[in-house]
């Protein structure tokens, strides 16, 4: 059941992005800085994490997951540090992802080549 809930959230938001894609004059860039806010906001008021232990991986895979990462690291070093502390520990989570991305990403171009 997790799977097809995993599925369907996932879902969900990339038809929602899709739709938005298509019938407005946003590009890509603007939708996933939207979905990424708009992850940031949920987590702020407490939703993204009820998200994450209903439907899983299926909300940890997305662009929002990226947004709820960067709150919940500024926050945390908030709460250690106070203000200062926002700066200090705000990549700290996401900094993994980052890393992860760039990496795949240069072991992928060596693979695959663009076509022209």
Same mark, same amino acid.
């Given at each position: 059941?997790?799977?097809?809930?995993?599925?369907?959230?996932?879902?969900? @938001?990339? +038809? *929602?992005?899709?739709? @938005?894609?298509?019938? !407005? $004059?946003?590009?890509?860039?603007? *939708?996933?800085? =939207? @979905?990424?806010? *708009?992850?940031? +906001?949920?987590?702020?008021?407490?939703?993204?994490?009820?998200?994450?232990?209903?439907?899983?991986?299926g909300a940890t895979v997305l662009i929002s997951n990226f947004g709820h990462m960067l709150y919940?690291?500024? +926050?945390?070093?908030?709460?250690?540090?106070?203000?200062?502390?926002?700066?200090?520990?705000?990549? =700290?989570?996401?900094?993994?992802?980052?890393? =992860?991305?760039?990496?795949?990403?240069?072991?992928? !171009?060596? *693979?695959? $080549?663009? $076509?022209?």
């Open positions: 059941m997790l799977y097809l809930k995993a599925f369907l959230f996932a879902g969900l @938001v990339c +038809l *929602i992005c899709q739709v @938005v894609l298509d019938n !407005t $004059k946003l590009t890509p860039g603007h *939708i996933t800085s =939207s @979905v990424t806010v *708009i992850g940031a +906001l949920l987590s702020f008021f407490g939703i993204y994490d009820k998200i994450v232990a209903w439907c899983g991986a919940s690291s500024a +926050l945390a070093g908030y709460e250690e540090a106070g203000a200062l502390g926002i700066f200090q520990n705000m990549l =700290s989570n996401a900094g993994v992802a980052i890393v =992860s991305v760039v990496v795949f990403s240069f072991v992928f !171009t060596l *693979i695959f $080549k663009a $076509k022209d």
